[in-house]
């Protein structure tokens, strides 16, 4: 099974905003890198489309559902959420207790910042996702976060999670995992 793994586009949110499980908007930016990454899903056909249900995610899954098919409908699923920085949520990180940060930052896979989620807990939940998809003869287009695609890149090469913030994943990019019963590969990363 083809899994492409589609991270939002630009958010509208300050620089330096801790911003993971809040539900912030896309910037005036969103058309330009649409038309962008069209070209890099456009040849998929009648894929199966799943979406974190943050704003940023599902505006730009229902975007390129449309440009496949009007009854193509884009299936929201929570596990497909960015980290839960729980307290953290919407504060500038240079407002947050430097201590706290470095505490976690320590070891951020299994640190939990106050009220939040271990990266960990993340990874936990996206291969929970990735587990129940039954699409062989389909691809899966999934629009979701950074945090997201890195934990199931690492899943796929079996990277300790901690290696996984490695992996650069910009706005609007695409990365490739191909998922079989034998072998599951990353055909690539960050495109």
């Known amino acids: 099974m083809e899994i ?3 991270r939002h586009t630009t958010p509208a949110v300050l620089p330096g905003t801790c911003y993971g499980h ?3 908007d896309v910037t005036e930016t969103f058309l330009a890198e649409f038309e962008a990454l069209h070209p890099k899903l456009g040849h998929l056909r009648n894929p199966v489309i799943y979406s974190s249900p943050l704003q940023r995610c599902v505006k730009l899954a229902e975007a390129m559902a449309a440009t496949f098919s009007p009854q193509i409908t884009v299936k929201r699923d929570a596990r497909l959420k960015e980290l839960n920085f729980g307290d953290w949520e919407m504060q500038s990180w240079n407002d947050i207790p430097r201590g706290l940060v470095d505490v976690w930052a320590e070891d951020h896979v299994r640190h939990v910042p106050p009220n939040g989620e271990s990266f960990l807990q993340l990874s936990q939940r996206a291969q929970a996702f990735i587990a129940e998809l039954q699409h062989d003869d389909q691809p899966a287009l999934v629009f979701t976060h950074a945090g997201v695609i890195r934990a199931l890149t690492g899943y ?4 300790p999670l901690v290696h996984t913030f ?4 910009d706005y609007a990019s695409v990365s490739k995992i ?3 019963d034998r072998v599951t590969k990353v055909a690539y990363v960050n495109r």
Do not use: F, M, P, R
């Open 178 to 180: 191909i998922l079989d």
């Open 166 to 169: 490695k992996l650069q994943v």
């Open 4 to 6: 492409y793994l589609v």
């Open 156 to 159: 796929a090469l079996e990277l």
């Open 22 to 24: 809040s539900d912030v």
